[in-house]
């Protein structure tokens, strides 16, 4: 009731992240950039998208692939200037597509010439944009581990006993939300990017500019004699000193976002219980946050070496609490995967499911969820985990972090790389698979990253040729959830758990309040499952089946051709998916 009350521009859309660097390569120097986006625009239109995430694409010595920004107002030259950037405004508009930038401003790089200046003169304006302090007994001031691994604190070069505070790699310095020019800064710059026609933010890392500034130390966790950062951020984010991360985030909403009715994404871990209304209710700091309740499940934010392998039981669960949990307060952002994650065929389905079913699968959970869903580049075709051998195969900074920390823990060498292999952020960012020319089609020169050889197999060309691909499956889906006959059941109804008590069947309900339903029914299981539908689902029609022949008859069906057809049971193969309305 409240989100209906409560309407919005972006609730019916879908939106695309794109990894610049291994989207398409226009000018054949290997790298990704702004004139390959363009070229692929009419294909992302086809596939159903609205809203485009583009991850960084400012300066930056790309330290951490542009989460390390060295100027906010330009764009890195390997993407293409700033005229490429305004015509793929100009494009998207065309189109009726929209553009949202990330916003990385947890840290900046520390080529900023902020930081530089800083360096500098720590004592100086430019050092109180950052966190300098004095070590504690001899030692840095406290003990925290950066994300990355090692030492939050890093000692600042001709001084003694001084340390600048980097929650990522120390080449990110924090930037000091505590001081009123960084705030007003980041303010103009939000603004000047609106004023040029994104159309939002993906907000990277943003529970994090809240710091307890007395930085106590806590128990270590591990054999570094440091402590996880997920405690730092609770003690940062329950100390009542300063503005709460609350009013930070009002205040920042307030100056930028809700002058421009923006549509902003967060990318928020930590919450405290309690406090999603805060976050993206009715008047919340932003538009969606991601749902990674999914991706927490493997333990990875302890390492890698405490990842376990999902159950479909743990899945399910998971899924079916964080709708329940969230549907009434605001629209979560859904994913599979990001730049962030390896792919999520190899993580969340179980190994007797076919990876065309399984694609198709989990993009039916995702799409047909409560939420707006949030497709990454190469998830429409099926793209897979890459198959890593060596250590120096990977670029990813927190992967190499990764290999360290499971051998300090006594794995071996083969047991860490083979976590790397199944979890690195690597694997999602080998280049797109446009077709089965030389790399992949995504570049003339060689490619920046590795392509990952099953290219010949998975690619875009062929299966836009194919009528049952996952490329056409997703099209067909996205095209049933966009159909605005059904908006007020697949954007606007609610979320229900069916059948539960089936073992391996995933099957929820999306209820508009009007009175009309969808039924998505999925089976996990090994073998073939007769599901006995209750009296009421008797009469409900096929909209979509991962397993038909064409899909492209089968969002038609409702409309056109569909025959009321009673059934009693339905049986679904292993794999299969089917949505019902
Ligand atoms: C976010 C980004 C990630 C990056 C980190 C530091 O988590 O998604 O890619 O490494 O922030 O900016």
């Not at 581990?145 to 070069?157: A, K, N």
């Amino acid at each position: 009731m409240q989100n209906i009350l409560n309407k919005k521009w972006w609730h019916n859309k879908v939106a695309y992240e794109i990894y610049p660097k291994s989207f398409m390569d226009a000018n054949g120097d290997g790298v990704g950039d702004l004139q390959g986006i363009i070229s692929k625009l009419d294909y992302l239109k086809e596939l159903g998208i609205d809203i485009l995430w583009i991850c960084p694409i400012y300066e930056s010595p790309f330290v951490d692939q542009g989460y390390d920004i060295a100027d906010y107002y330009k764009i890195a030259d390997c993407f293409g200037s700033m005229d490429d950037f305004e015509q793929l405004i100009e494009e998207t508009k065309k189109r009726d597509m929209y553009v949202i930038m990330d916003l990385v401003v947890n840290h900046c790089s520390d080529k900023h010439t902020w930081f530089t200046k800083a360096l500098e003169n720590p004592e100086g304006e430019y050092g109180k944009r950052f966190y300098f302090e004095r070590g504690k007994d001899g030692k840095e001031p406290s003990n925290y581990r950066s994300y990355f691994g090692g030492s939050m604190w890093e000692p600042v070069p001709g001084y003694n006993d001084l340390y600048y505070y980097h929650a990522f790699a120390k080449e990110q310095p924090d930037l000091n939300w505590n001081n009123d020019e960084v705030v007003q800064a980041v303010y103009d710059m939000v603004n000047w990017w609106l004023a040029k026609g994104v159309a939002g933010f993906r907000i990277d890392a943003i529970i994090n500019i809240k710091k307890d500034t007395s930085f106590p130390s806590y128990e270590p966790d591990g054999p570094d004699g440091l402590c996880e950062t997920e405690k730092t951020v609770s003690g940062a984010l329950s100390c009542k000193e300063g503005p709460s991360i609350g009013q930070m985030l009002s205040s920042l909403k307030e100056h930028t976002f809700a002058r421009h009715d923006a549509f902003t994404v967060g990318e928020v871990f930590n919450l405290e219980n309690g406090t999603l209304q805060e976050f993206i209710g009715r008047d919340g700091h932003f538009s969606t946050i991601f749902d990674f309740s999914l991706h927490l499940l493997t333990n990875c934010e302890h390492g890698w070496f405490a990842a376990h392998k999902i159950t479909f039981r743990e899945l399910r669960k998971t899924i079916f609490d964080s709708q329940l949990a969230t549907q009434k307060i605001g629209f979560m952002a859904n994913i599979i995967e990001n730049h962030d994650e390896p792919r999520g065929l190899n993580i969340f389905l179980p190994e007797w499911i076919d990876r065309e079913a399984g694609a198709k699968l989990l993009g039916t959970i995702m799409v047909m969820q409560h939420g707006i869903p949030f497709l990454y580049q190469g998830q429409e075709i099926g793209m897979t985990n890459m198959d890593f051998t060596t250590l120096n195969q990977y670029n990813d900074i927190s992967t190499i972090d990764q290999y360290h920390q499971a051998i300090d823990r006594g794995f071996t060498d083969q047991e860490a790389l083979s976590l790397c292999n199944t979890y690195s952020r690597d694997n999602a960012r080998t280049v797109m698979q446009w077709d089965d020319t030389e790399n992949a089609g995504f570049s003339t020169g060689t490619p920046w990253f590795h392509v990952n050889p099953n290219y010949k197999e998975i690619n875009v060309k062929s299966q836009l040729e194919d009528a049952c691909s996952i490329l056409s499956y997703y099209r067909a889906l996205i095209a049933l959830r966009k159909n605005s006959i059904y908006e007020n059941v697949f954007v606007y109804g609610m979320f229900e758990p069916a059948y539960e008590e089936y073992d391996n069947v995933l099957a929820f309900y999306r209820k508009s309040e009007q009175g009309g339903y969808a039924l998505v029914v999925s089976n996990w299981g090994k073998s073939d499952v007769t599901i006995t539908l209750t009296d009421e689902d008797k009469s409900l029609w096929l909209m979509l089946d991962s397993m038909s022949n064409d899909y492209r008859l089968s969002v038609a069906l409702k409309n056109a051709i569909g025959q009321k057809e009673k059934k009693d049971q339905i049986i679904l193969k292993p794999g299969q998916v089917c949505v019902y309305g």
